[in-house]
């Protein structure tokens, strides 16, 4: 196996963790010592070990004078729950780190591999980068642009209708595409709905997989008016605590002050879910947000479950935007599609530059 293939095991590795890491990153390691695959690691929970120290910990024999494959920069600060990767690959006689990208946190950026040179190990960085950049889209997005990565879940028809003019909407798609939903919610921190949505549809935005035991995403809810019904499911049921509303007006009936934010704008939003860690959000809203989301050039994944019908009048997906030229219309690329029971999925990242 060549150094490819390694780091293709550490993307694997890594993916274990899906759901479960955030805000942190995914990473997995792969300890190889003459030729061989000597022990691996993943990390799978903030607060966990980190990929390169449940290897080494995982190990059976001496790691003394072996390579450490890992998908993302070992770590080198101390300002965590964990200590730090860079400083215990030292120590334990590691003689080479082959990785695929630097970490993008300004806490580590180049500062784990500099450790690691300046105690005499080989760094070799840069293989498979741009696979690496999308497994961990979600962790870079947030770091660099410091807000959560916006993916907006859709079902619509063929025409890009998600309902009939009344609203009605249930049910587009088949049960195969409404079960996968609950899959990706999993592995969201929270799902995300306006106003509008909460007073039409009264959604409960929770995980409903069989067996499933981690915790429920946060349910939020952006109002710009603060009229919410207050016997909606969000307000009342088990998960309660997990709700949060962001508000321009004041909120129109009591609720924990810790899970009311008022705000001016959506950025103020981002900006306060980015505060409390939460930096993968799945958008579950109508038009008006969604358009506002495109329209703010913030939207960075849209996942599209088409059905093959016809509605005719109806509410499209981005009723309130609009484009002057079609240079300028927001693409997607990177594109991922297949079927899913009836309905197709496509998804990808969101571009608004020109075309």
Known sequence: MNDEAFIRRTFELARRGLGTTWPNPLVGAVIVKDGRIIAEGSHMRPGGPHAELAAIEAAQESVVGSTLYANLEPCSHTNKLTPPCAQRLVKEGIR???ISNLDPNPQVNGQGIALLQAHGIEVVHGILAPEGEKLNEVFFLAQREQRPFLHL???ASLDGKMSLPSGESQWITGPEARAHVHEL?????????????????????????????????WRVVVTRSGGLPEAASLFQDEHRARTLVYTVAPLNFPFPETQVTRVRNLRDVLADLFRRKIIYVMLECGPALASEVLREKLLDRMTLFQSPTVIGQGQ????????EELSLRPRLTDIETRWIGGDQLISGRVLCSPV
Do not use: S
């Open 153 to 155: 879940k859709v079902a």
């Open 185 to 217: 919610r999993a592995q969201h921190q929270a799902i995300l709905i306006g106003g509008q949505t909460l007073r039409r549809d009264n959604p409960r935005l929770t995980v409903r997989i069989p067996g499933y035991t981690a915790a429920q995403p």
């Open 96 to 98: 080479k780190v082959v």
């Open 316 to 323: 499209g997906i981005f009723n309130d935007f609009t484009v």
